[in-house]
Each structure stands twice: as structure tokens, then as C-alpha cells.
């Protein structure tokens, strides 16, 4: 989480969040890895970057596609915006 903007702020779009949270959050969180990424600069301070996700734990595997909003702060780049699917 420390990449993610610490701010009331943040947007994070991802369909039913209950849902993530009972998927997501449970005592194996397993293995998360990122590909096809792609990163657009729209100016000094702020950047997109598009990609896919893949979680594996020991039982299932679950994909889809993400886009993130970057945008540079005081302390470094932080992710402002997440829309994952």
C-alpha cells in the first residue's frame, strides 16, 4: 500500500467490494504479478500506466486488466487512481 496516495482522495474502482474483500483478504493472499505494461507521461508530475494482473494462490487463479493514475508527490510517485477489472 505504500505506493497508493494516503488520502481520502484516492479512487479505487474495482466492481463489488465486498466481494474483493471476502476474495481477497483471507489468510493465503497469494502471488500477484503484473504484465503488459504500459506507461503514458502526460507531464512532469503525472503519468498512466496500463497492464494485466495475475493472482495465483494454491487453490485458484484469477486475471483481468488494470489502469492506474500516477502522480508525483512530496515523498515520490503515488498511485492516485485504480480502476482494476
Do not use: C, P
Request: aromatic fraction near 16%; hydrophobic fraction near 35%.
Amino acid at each position: 500500500m505504500a505506493y497508493y496516495w494516503n488520502s481520502d482522495k484516492l479512487t479505487f474502482q474495482s466492481g463489488d467490494i465486498r466481494r474483493y474483500k471476502e476474495t481477497y483478504f483471507g489468510e493465503n493472499m497469494g502471488e500477484l504479478e503484473f504484465s503488459d505494461l504500459v506507461i503514458h507521461i502526460l507531464s512532469e508530475d503525472a503519468a498512466y500506466v496500463l497492464g494485466r494482473w495475475k493472482l495465483k494462490t494454491e487453490s485458484w487463479t484469477r486475471d483481468g486488466l488494470f489502469t492506474t493514475i500516477f502522480k508525483r508527490m512530496e515523498d515520490g510517485w503515488k498511485i492516485v487512481h485504480d480502476h482494476t477489472s
